[in-house]
C-alpha cells in the first residue's frame, strides 16, 4: 500500500508522515525531498534557478515514478502536488494507493509558516502577517477544491500529532 499524505505547506506532511511510517513500518518518502535528491539542489534552487514549470515536470515525474515502483510507504506530498496536472487522477487511479488529506485553517498555516517561510519559494517573499493570510486564504481557496478530494479528509486544526495519527491509523486497520 501507498498512503499518500496531502495538504497545504505547513499541514504536517512531512512530520505527520514520518511518525506513521514508523508505526506502520513503512518507509517514509517525501516528494519534496526525492526531487532535491534526484536534482541535487534545494527546492527553493530549483525554483529559482529553473523555474516553477520545471519544478511542476519534475515533480509529476517522480509522482509517477513513486507510485509505479513502491510499495509499503508513506509518501508525503509537496504542497502544489494534486494541483497540478494529472497528479490528482495518478493518485485517485494509482492501485493499492489511499490518500489524506491534512487539513487546516488558514490562520493556523498562517501561524506556523509565519516562522517557516525561509525555504518555501512561493512565500518566503511575503513579509508582514496580512500579507501572508491573504496569500494563504486565496491559494487555499483555489487547492481545497483538489485537496477535499483526498479518500479521506483529517480535521488536523489545533490537533496534537498524536491525535491525528490515531485518526489516521482508524482508517488503514
Ligand atoms: N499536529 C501538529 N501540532 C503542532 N505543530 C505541528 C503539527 N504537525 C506539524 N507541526 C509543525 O508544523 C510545521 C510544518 O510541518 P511540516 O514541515 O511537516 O509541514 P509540510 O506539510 O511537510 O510542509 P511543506 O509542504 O512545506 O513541506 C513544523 O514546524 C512541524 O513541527
Ligand atoms: O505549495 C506548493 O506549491 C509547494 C509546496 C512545497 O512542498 C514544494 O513542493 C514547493 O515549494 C511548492
Ligand atoms: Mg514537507
Not at 506502520?24 to 534557478?49: Q, T, V
Not at 506530498?77 to 487522477?89: D, E, F, H, I, R
Not at 496569500?135 to 489545533?158: T, V, W
Amino acid at each position: 500500500m501507498i498512503v499518500v499524505l496531502m495538504g497545504y505547506m505547513g499541514s504536517g506532511k512531512s512530520t505527520i508522515g514520518k511518525k506513521l511510517a514508523t508505526l506502520l513500518n513503512y518507509d517514509f518518502l517525501d516528494l519534496d525531498d526525492f526531487i532535491s535528491e534526484n536534482e541535487n539542489s534545494s527546492i527553493l534552487s530549483i525554483f529559482k534557478e529553473k523555474g516553477e514549470i520545471y519544478f511542476r515536470k519534475k515533480e509529476t515525474e517522480s509522482l509517477k515514478e513513486i507510485i509505479d515502483s513502491k510499495e509499503n510507504v508513506v509518501l508525503g506530498l509537496g504542497g502544489g502536488t494534486p494541483c497540478y496536472g494529472n497528479n490528482l487522477s495518478l493518485l485517485k487511479n494509482g492501485k493499492n494507493v489511499i490518500t489524506f488529506y491534512l487539513k487546516l485553517s488558514i490562520k493556523n498555516l498562517a501561524e506556523r509558516l509565519r516562522t517557516e517561510r525561509d525555504e518555501r519559494p512561493l512565500i518566503s517573499h511575503l513579509t508582514s502577517e496580512e500579507e501572508l493570510l491573504e496569500f494563504i486564504g486565496k491559494h487555499l481557496f483555489e487547492r481545497a477544491p483538489y485537496y477535499s478530494q483526498a479518500d479521506y479528509n483529517i480535521n488536523a486544526d489545533d490537533k496534537s500529532k498524536k491525535d491525528i495519527l490515531e485518526n489516521i491509523l482508524m482508517h488503514l486497520i
